[in-house]
């Protein structure tokens, strides 16, 4: 599941959040590659505790810190 979701996003947590700082102003365009970052990453709070340490786990714990500080 972990891999899954790693796969299916396109930016890193760290383009997602200087991204999301001006949301409001970003084209239509932008604001849907966020959600489609958004979606995908709305489970890792509940799944990260399943997995064991390793390069899936700490390559997705970013996005939770990414989710929490979102604007």
Known sequence: MGTDTLAALAMSPSEAAALATDWPEL???????????????????????HLQPGPTRGRLLPWIETRRHRH
Do not use: D
Request: glycine share 4%.
């Open 27 to 49: 084209p239509f365009e932008q604001t849907r590659e966020l959600w489609r970052h958004k979606n995908p990453t709305a489970h890792l709070e509940r799944l990260i505790g």
